[in-house]
Every structure is written in structure tokens, then in C-alpha cells.
């Protein structure tokens, strides 16, 4: 629903944006681990997708939230997160 709603996303974990941008960046090229774990769990009314889809599972302790900063990866779309991380996440 947030997808036809919504212009910008803010996807927050622990207390922190660890993500945000337009609606379209979110949803078509998601960066941080946690975004990519949410939107893998949105369900879809289609059985064959279901069962062909493949969830992905968020492991926060890989993640030092106090290291990373907010970085622009393209207009507009910012992910909480060292240069690092941001080079597997991609």
C-alpha cells in the first residue's frame, strides 16, 4: 500500500533511517540489507510467486550502526551505512 501512497520511503530500524528516498528507488533498487529482508516479505496474491519466492533474511549483528553514515548512492537515495558496506551491498 505504502508503494501507491507514497512519493518518499523512510525505512527505519533500531531508531535509525537506514534508508530513504523516492518510492521508486525503494522499491525497484533497495541497497541496505534490512530494506531488501522487508520488501522480500510484502506477500503477493499469487501462488505461484509464493512458492517460487525466496525470502531474505536480515543479520543485524553484521552491521555496526555507529560506524556507518548516511551516504547518497544516487540522487536522492540514501542508505545509513560505511563505504564498506556499501560496496557488498550492491
Known amino acids: 500500500m505504502v508503494h501507491y501512497l507514497s512519493d518518499r520511503i523512510g525505512v527505519m530500524h533500531l ?5 530513504l528516498g523516492t518510492t ?7 541497497i541496505h540489507p534490512y530494506t ?5 516479505a510484502i506477500p503477493k496474491a499469487d ?5 517460487a519466492n ?3 533474511y536480515y543479520d543485524k549483528s553484521k552491521i555496526d550502526y555507529y560506524e556507518g553514515e548516511s551516504r547518497e ?8 551505512c560505511t563505504e564498506k558496506e556499501l560496496k557488498e551491498w550492491k
Open 73 to 80: 548512492v544516487e540522487p536522492g537515495h540514501f542508505v545509513l
Open 54 to 56: 525466496v525470502r531474505v
Open 24 to 30: 521508486d528507488h525503494i522499491f525497484e533498487n533497495p
Open 36 to 40: 531488501k529482508s522487508l520488501l522480500s
Open 15 to 19: 531508531g535509525k533511517i537506514v534508508e
Open 47 to 51: 501462488p505461484l510467486y509464493e512458492k
